[in-house]
């Protein structure tokens, strides 16, 4: 018998004064058994970072073909193509043929490095594509939030993301490698 995702129930209250943008996100994240806590609050994060009403969970690693985080518009055509982890050049490219806005998110340190010293000079062909990095360091930190069901308060204020549950705080401070220019 095959192994079932958990489900984690979590409650969001985004204040994200760069951005202006602030709500209260209630959303449903389910673990793939091969998915590590790491990468669950990676992602976690990543939709705290890019919060907006119809930013949605794509079906990620049961189908290689979604992203992990993606926005549509209400015609269907996707605005945001959000992906965790270094995907191959191939794949890059293929997503930022499909979106408007394509975005990597490493949370892996060492191997992340690596990666993007292979990767740099292909990708920065693409100009709809940012890279940013997770501290993995800071990501741990923030896995000590997950619970079957959590409530999180989040304030992201001058490139700084602080997670909050009950007295404790982790900051996640984001780092741009690359952005398309605007």
Not at 115 to 143: C, G, H
């Amino acid at each position: 018998m095959a192994t079932k995702s958990t489900v984690y129930k979590a409650e969001l209250e985004i204040s994200d004064i760069d951005r202006g943008y602030y709500a209260t996100h209630t959303l449903t994240l389910a673990q793939h058994p091969s998915e590590t806590n790491r990468r669950l609050m990676a992602r976690l994060i990543a939709f705290v970072l890019f919060a907006d009403e119809r930013l949605e969970f794509g079906r990620g690693l049961s189908n290689e073909e979604d992203p992990d985080l993606w926005r549509r518009d209400y015609t269907g055509n996707i605005e945001s193509w959000i992906e965790l982890g270094q995907p191959d050049e191939s794949s890059v490219r293929r997503a930022c043929g499909r979106a408007q806005q394509v975005i990597l998110v490493n949370y892996s340190g060492n191997s992340a490095e690596v990666w993007w010293t292979k990767n740099e000079s292909s990708l920065a062909r693409s100009k709809n594509l940012t890279v940013i990095d997770l501290d993995s360091s800071e990501v741990e930190s923030a896995t000590r939030f997950l619970q079957r069901t959590m409530r999180l308060q989040v304030m992201i204020q001058e490139g700084c993301c602080q997670l909050m549950c009950d007295n404790e705080t982790v900051d996640v401070r984001p780092r741009v490698r690359m952005a398309p220019n605007r």
